[in-house]
Nanobody, 125 residues
Framework: QVQLVESGGGLVQAGGSLRLSCAAS????????MGWFRQAPGKERESVAA????????YYADSVKGRFTISRDNAKNMVSLQMNSLKPEDTAVYYC??????????????????WGQGTQVTVSS
C-alpha cells in the first residue's frame, strides 16, 4: 500500500501562483510514476501532469503546458506541482496519484493504483 497526502491548496487571484505537494509513504519503492489530477464540480476527473519516479519523464495536459511544472524529490518521497499564471478555470480539487506500472498512458485514471484525499484550489477572477 502507498499512502498519499496532498497539501498547498488555497484561494488565489487569477494570475497568481500556488505550489501543491504530495507526500508518499508506505511501499513507495513499488511506484513507477506519479500524477496530478483535478476535478471541478460537475466535471470528470482530468489529468494535469505526471512524472516517472526514476527517469524524470514528464507529461502535461495541453491546458497547463507552460504554466505548471511537476517535480519529484525521491529522497523525501514527495512530488510537487508548481502552478503559475493561474486562471479561474483551474479551480478544482487537485488529487495526487501513484501508479505501480506503466501501461502506455500517464493521463488515464485507470493507470493509477493509489490516490490522495485531494486539496481544493480556487482561483478568483
Amino acid at each position: 500500500q502507498v499512502q498519499l497526502v496532498e497539501s498547498g491548496g488555497g484561494l488565489v487571484q487569477a494570475g497568481g501562483s500556488l505550489r501543491l505537494s504530495c507526500a508518499a509513504s508506505g511501499r513507495t519503492f513499488s511506484t513507477t510514476f506519479m500524477g496530478w489530477f483535478r476535478q471541478a464540480p460537475g466535471k470528470e476527473r482530468e489529468s494535469v501532469a505526471a512524472i516517472s519516479w526514476r527517469g524524470g519523464i514528464t507529461y502535461y495536459a495541453d491546458s497547463v503546458k507552460g504554466r505548471f511544472t511537476i517535480s519529484r524529490d525521491n529522497a523525501k518521497n514527495m512530488v510537487s506541482l508548481q502552478m503559475n499564471s493561474l486562471k479561474p478555470e483551474d479551480t478544482a480539487v487537485y488529487y495526487c496519484a501513484a501508479a505501480s506500472k506503466y501501461s502506455g498512458s500517464y493521463s488515464r485514471t485507470q493507470e493509477y493504483d493509489y490516490w490522495g484525499q485531494g486539496t481544493q484550489v480556487t482561483v478568483s477572477s
